[in-house]
Structure formats: structure tokens, C-alpha cells
């Protein structure tokens, strides 16, 4: 798996005895050589290693200290009587560090010692590149595997995505969504560095309106029923119970229809097919309408959503599959038996731009 931090990478050690050779105690005798007292201040008891996520060490001396000064800003230290303590920050670079401090017990006694800490180690079993995760409405929950000498911390863009870390293993939780649609991120830091995952929640399924024209402009609306039926949805308009199966292109965000050779209801006693219509003149079969039942045909309809009022709108037009035609409209065809054929056809329902729209659930 890929991961969004470089795996087991440790910095360069930077060596630091050049400059702690220069604060070593001295003193000058009236001659102008060195020598050095037998009771300047020394170690008696050091930790100077500190992990990556820092913390507070001591440093015991064999005298009071006077002063102490750290080189760099992500190491400070404090004075009680004989100790220092000394406390590092979290290193939130994937390379170790080196620095020191300067102890004094007087302006000619003092002596430097040495801080290391190691470089973040985080190696997580998650590919973040375009990450993004289709949760279910009822609530769901994604686990990752890390290894990390860092603490990982698990934030949301909004309060129904948060999450945890337990031991070597990252918990996002998602809430229950009683929206139609929501989304959002999940956020994985860990030191300086932050990734995320597009997380959304979607209720397809449920109550419907499908709108349109019929075949003198007047608008129609029928109550109609959206609920899965194995890989694909059923679409059931409620008064008269035709049925149309619908597929759904999670990656696309599409709808699609397409005719079938089998009836979608019945209308009374007559057999009822779903065929494509394109408005043609000429057209005798159905008086004006140039129809296809070929089930190579397809009108799509991309699934748009309004963050406002939560409302999903789905408009069907010509997927593109009847050559050299442009699929308008969807007709019910009736038929007194099951052969589609003239002598056969009884009326046509017509719905020019047929559109599904599911209200908000406004929470």
C-alpha cells in the first residue's frame, strides 16, 4: 500500500563536537597558559535522547548551576538548585536533530552537553492520492494500519466525521446521515504533515416525483418509488405500477435507462413497454413520434443535488445510443399482446423530459 508519509526515514545526525569543544571549562593562569580546575562543574547523570515526540529529561550536576541557555529554539531548560531540566518539542520532520545547552556555574565554569532526538517514523497502509470513501447512511467506520513513533490524530470537516487512534490502528467513524446527501473530509496529521479523504453519505433509495410533459407540453407528475433490486434500482411509478429498472454509475454520478423486451406493468388488460420517442412529423406508428425499444438504447441523467434544500434532480436525455436519433422523451407503450408489432399497439403515455426529483429530508 502506499502512504502518505515516506516509510522509516531517519535525518541525518549532525555532530556537534566542534561546538561543544569550544564552551569546555577553562581558566588562565598569569602566565597565559590553560589549565583546568579539578572542581569545575561536571555530569553526574544525563538523558540527552530524546524520541520524536519529545518530553522533559534531566541533567544532574556535581554543583549548583548558575544559568543555562539553549542553541536552538525547540529545546528549553530550567534551573532547580543542581538539575536541568531540559524539554524538546515534538519533531515534526521525518530527519533527527542535534543541538545542545550551555550550563554554567560561574562565568568561567561551564560546559555543554549534548541534544539529540530522533526524526518521525510513520508509515500508514492507506492510499490518500484522490482518497476518497463511499460510507454507508446507516453509519460506518474505516480502519487503517500505522506504525508511528509520532501521535496520529484523526480530525473531521464537519462534526459527523471524527475518529481515533488506538495502538497501530487509525479508527474514522462516520455518523448516521438522515440527508439525501452529504460530504465532507476526514483529515489523518500526524507531526507537520496532513492528508485527507473525501467521505459522502447518500440515500438514492426512496420516494420520488417523476415530472414532465406530455405530448401537448401540459405538465404531468406521477408519485413514483426508488428502491434497489440487486445491482440495479426498480423504479416503480406508484399509481399505475410500471417498472422501470434504473442503473446507477457511482463514479459517474448517472442514472441510466434503457427499454427491455419484458413488460414494465400492465395497463388494464394490455401489456405495457417502455420505448425511447424522438418527435417526428412523419411518424405513423405512434402519430408524431419516431420510436426506438432497442435495448442497445439509453437516456442518462446526471444526479445533481441542491446543499440547500437537500433535494435530488435527475434529467434523462439521449445517452447517444440510437444513431442518428435523440432520444426526447419515454413512452408506455400498450399492447394487447406481448408482441410489440402495429396490429398489436393500443395508446401511447408520453413523458417529454422526464426528470426524477426527490425531495430534502431537511436534517
Given at each position: 500500500?502506499?502512504?502518505?508519509?515516506?516509510?522509516?526515514?531517519?535525518?541525518?545526525?549532525?555532530?556537534?563536537?566542534?561546538?561543544?569543544?569550544?564552551?569546555?571549562?577553562?581558566?588562565?593562569?598569569?602566565?597565559?597558559?590553560?589549565?583546568?580546575?579539578?572542581?569545575?562543574?561536571?555530569?553526574?547523570?544525563?538523558?540527552?535522547?530524546?524520541?520524536?515526540?519529545?518530553?522533559?529529561?534531566?541533567?544532574?550536576?556535581?554543583?549548583?548551576?548558575?544559568?543555562?541557555?539553549?542553541?536552538?529554539?525547540?529545546?528549553?531548560?530550567?534551573?532547580?538548585?543542581?538539575?536541568?531540566?531540559?524539554?524538546?518539542?515534538?519533531?515534526?520532520?521525518?530527519?533527527?536533530?542535534?543541538?545542545?545547552?550551555?550550563?554554567?556555574?560561574?562565568?568561567?565554569?561551564?560546559?555543554?552537553?549534548?541534544?539529540?532526538?530522533?526524526?518521525?517514523?510513520?508509515?500508514?497502509?492507506?492510499?490518500?492520492t484522490g482518497a476518497a470513501y463511499a460510507a454507508a447512511p446507516?453509519?460506518?467506520?474505516?480502519?487503517?494500519?500505522?506504525?508511528?513513533?509520532?501521535?496520529?490524530?484523526?480530525?473531521?470537516?464537519?462534526?459527523?466525521?471524527?475518529?481515533?487512534?488506538?495502538?497501530?490502528?487509525?479508527?474514522?467513524?462516520?455518523?448516521?446521515?438522515?440527508?439525501?446527501?452529504?460530504?465532507?473530509?476526514?483529515?489523518?496529521?500526524?507531526?507537520?504533515?496532513?492528508?485527507?479523504?473525501?467521505?459522502?453519505?447518500?440515500?438514492?433509495?426512496?420516494?420520488?416525483?417523476?415530472?414532465?410533459?406530455?405530448?401537448?407540453?401540459?405538465?404531468?407528475?406521477?408519485?413514483?418509488?426508488?428502491?434497489?433490486?440487486?445491482?440495479?434500482?426498480?423504479?416503480?411509478?406508484?399509481?399505475?405500477?410500471?417498472?422501470?429498472r434504473v442503473t446507477y454509475n457511482e463514479a459517474e454520478g448517472?442514472?441510466?435507462?434503457?427499454?427491455?423486451?419484458?413488460?414494465?406493468?400492465?395497463?388494464?388488460?394490455?401489456?405495457?413497454?417502455?420505448?425511447?420517442?424522438?418527435?417526428?412529423?412523419?411518424?405513423?406508428?405512434?402519430?408524431?413520434?419516431?420510436?426506438?425499444?432497442?435495448?442497445?438504447?439509453?437516456?442518462?441523467?446526471?444526479?445533481?443535488?441542491?446543499?440547500?434544500?437537500?433535494?435530488?434532480?435527475?434529467?434523462?436525455?439521449?445517452?447517444?445510443?440510437?444513431?442518428?436519433?435523440?432520444?426526447?422523451?419515454?413512452?408506455?407503450?400498450?399492447?394487447?399482446?406481448?408482441?410489440?408489432?402495429?396490429?398489436?399497439?393500443?395508446?401511447?403515455?408520453?413523458?417529454?423530459?422526464?426528470?426524477?426529483?426527490?425531495?430534502?429530508?431537511?436534517?
Amino acid at each position: 500500500m502506499m502512504s502518505i508519509f515516506m516509510k522509516n526515514i531517519f535525518g541525518r545526525t549532525t555532530m556537534l563536537l566542534s561546538a561543544c569543544a569550544l564552551l569546555l571549562t577553562a581558566c588562565s593562569d598569569d602566565d597565559g597558559s590553560k589549565s583546568f580546575p579539578n572542581d569545575g562543574i561536571k555530569v553526574t547523570m544525563a538523558e540527552t535522547a530524546f524520541d520524536a515526540e519529545g518530553g522533559t529529561k534531566t541533567i544532574t550536576l556535581n554543583k549548583k548551576v548558575t544559568s543555562v541557555s539553549a542553541a536552538e529554539e525547540w529545546i528549553s531548560a530550567s534551573i532547580e538548585e543542581n538539575v536541568v531540566r531540559v524539554s524538546v518539542d515534538e519533531n515534526p520532520s521525518m530527519e533527527s536533530r542535534h543541538s545542545y545547552v550551555v550550563i554554567k556555574a560561574g562565568e568561567e565554569d561551564q560546559t555543554a552537553i549534548t541534544i539529540s532526538q530522533e526524526g518521525m517514523v510513520v508509515s500508514i497502509d492507506y492510499d490518500f492520492t484522490g482518497a476518497a470513501y463511499a460510507a454507508a447512511p446507516s453509519g460506518d467506520t474505516i480502519a487503517i494500519f500505522a506504525r508511528h513513533n509520532l501521535p496520529i490524530r484523526v480530525k473531521g470537516s464537519d462534526e459527523w466525521i471524527h475518529g481515533e487512534t488506538l495502538g497501530d490502528s487509525i479508527y474514522i467513524y462516520i455518523d448516521e446521515s438522515q440527508r439525501n446527501f452529504r460530504s465532507g473530509y476526514a483529515y489523518v496529521e500526524c507531526g507537520a504533515t496532513r492528508d485527507s479523504i473525501l467521505i459522502s453519505q447518500m440515500i438514492l433509495e426512496g420516494n420520488y416525483l417523476l415530472t414532465g410533459t406530455d405530448e401537448n407540453g401540459s405538465p404531468i407528475n406521477y408519485e413514483a418509488t426508488l428502491m434497489p433490486d440487486g445491482k440495479y434500482f426498480k423504479l416503480t411509478l406508484t399509481e399505475k405500477n410500471y417498472t422501470v429498472r434504473v442503473t446507477y454509475n457511482e463514479a459517474e454520478g448517472k442514472l441510466s435507462v434503457s427499454p427491455r423486451t419484458t413488460s414494465c406493468g400492465r395497463n388494464g388488460s394490455y401489456y405495457v413497454y417502455l420505448a425511447f420517442l424522438e418527435p417526428n412529423a412523419a411518424s405513423t406508428f405512434i402519430p408524431n413520434w419516431e420510436y426506438t425499444w432497442a435495448t442497445s438504447a439509453n437516456m442518462t441523467a446526471d444526479l445533481t443535488h441542491d446543499v440547500e434544500t437537500d433535494e435530488f434532480s435527475a434529467l434523462f436525455v439521449d445517452g447517444g445510443n440510437w444513431s442518428g436519433h435523440e432520444a426526447t422523451a419515454w413512452g408506455f407503450l400498450s399492447f394487447t399482446k406481448t408482441q410489440r408489432n402495429l396490429s398489436n399497439f393500443v395508446s401511447a403515455e408520453i413523458i417529454q423530459a422526464p426528470r426524477l426529483v426527490k425531495p430534502g429530508r431537511n436534517s
